[in-house]
């Protein structure tokens, strides 16, 4: 499939595609990675999301799920929606014993043997209680015990607390519980977080807001920050569902495999730095994937592809399959050691993520079909 995108493409002025992070904006994707989102409490960060969002538009909305959607551009036949997901791995408070020990079930997709020893943060009503998840020390342990992976209910969380009465005091059931939030520059403009899966899709969408702003568009956009995606791809299909987009794009992170012991034959080859991962597969329209090939050979975008052979556990999963069906498509950012305390992507990746995908939008046009 070929597209005639030169000229819609040329219209994005040279100074929105800079090769450092704008300070404003590296000022915004700290506050995410800050801030608490467990599925289900993801409004700390939402509203970060809102205040960005109006400064660029005034149509921010947020609906009963909890997904913030900020447009622009209304009207329009062509309907683009960008998301990405907002909240992030999380435990939840299931039970408190005699001695003030709290017990926690997952939510999301947990390693055990990264989350063991790890520092938290406890989020209550009165604001946030630090402690640490453990279980028995190695010394004290029989030789099965040494060599089985823990259950979520042979660990727990301490927090200081001397007894189930002092516990109870500061903590509910059903309180959330992050790992310690924050952000951390390493070498060769490396950043490392948790919390980078997925709030550095988050900010690639809503930077890409930024760069289209007062950008000639004959299409609608909608920029959609959604919720629950790690329990189960659920704010993308409510949000999906009521936007009703001609395409939809999600972006997520994506493993880099340029690390020790990974088998490239298996899972593919994708490194920090050398640009967004745009896949290809049965959950992505292939007029989107060609589209997106197109703006990033048009401007000198490195990007990388990846195959997948079967629905991806992204939102792009959830969008295609929204009402009728949707054109959809998949940017992923490179990231190393997903779902661990130390998730790590570049920084060049993300600011040519939101350049492909503002490209991408100025090049749409009335009559561009999707139909496969």
């Known amino acids: ?34 801030h608490p989102s467990p599925p289900g409490y993801e409004y700390p960060v939402q509203e970060i999301v809102r205040q960005w969002a109006s400064k660029y538009t005034p149509h ?21 929606m960008l998301a990405g997901h907002c909240d992030q791995l999380a435990l939840m408070v299931q039970y408190i014993d005699a001695d003030g020990f709290l017990y926690v079930q997952p939510m999301g997709g947990w390693d055990m043997q990264v989350l063991l020893g790890a520092n938290l943060q406890v989020w209550t009503r009165n604001g946030p209680i630090p402690g640490v998840v453990a279980r028995k020390a190695p010394h004290l342990m029989t030789g099965d015990e040494k060599n089985k992976v823990p259950h979520f209910h042979d660990i ?88 009703h987009p001609t395409v939809g794009i999600a972006v997520d992170v994506t493993h880099a495999t340029d ?23 049965p959950n992505c329209n292939p007029r989107v994937y060609e589209r997106l090939i197109a703006a990033a050979e048009s401007k000198g975008i490195s990007v990388q592809r990846k195959a997948h052979n079967r629905a991806t ?7 295609q399959l929204s009402r ?12 190393r050691y997903m779902h661990s305390p130390v998730e790590m992507v570049h920084l060049d990746d993300l600011i040519a993520a939101s350049q492909l995908l503002a490209e991408f939008c100025i ?4 009559e561009d079909g999707w139909t496969p």
């Open 1 to 34: 499939m070929a597209y005639d995108t030169m000229a819609s493409l040329s219209s994005l002025s040279p100074v929105l595609r800079p090769k450092k992070m704008n300070p404003e904006s590296l000022e915004f994707f700290k506050d995410l990675l800050r």
């Open 60 to 80: 921010v909305t947020t609906d009963r799920h909890g997904n913030v959607i900020a447009e622009l551009n209304p009207g329009h036949a062509q309907r683009v």
């Open 156 to 243: 727990w969380a301490d927090i200081g607390a001397k007894d189930k009465k002092e516990a109870e005091e500061l903590v509910h059931i059903g309180d959330t519980i992050t790992l310690v939030l924050g952000y951390r520059e390493i070498r060769n403009s490396l950043a490392t977080a948790p919390g980078m899966d997925d709030k550095s899709g988050l900010w690639v969408v809503m930077e890409t807001l930024r760069l289209l702003y007062e950008q000639p568009l004959l299409c609608s956009v909608f920029f959609v920050s959604t919720v629950q995606e790690e329990i189960g791809l659920r704010g993308a299909a409510t949000s999906s569902f009521g936007i």
């Open 259 to 281: 690390t020790p012991g990974n088998d490239k034959k298996s899972v593919g080859e994708c490194y920090l730095g050398k640009g967004p991962v745009i896949s290809r597969g």
């Open 313 to 319: 556990g992204t939102d792009a999963n959830s969008i």
């Open 324 to 335: 009728d069906g949707v054109a959809a498509g998949l940017i992923g950012i490179p990231n």
């Open 363 to 366: 090049s749409i046009s009335p």
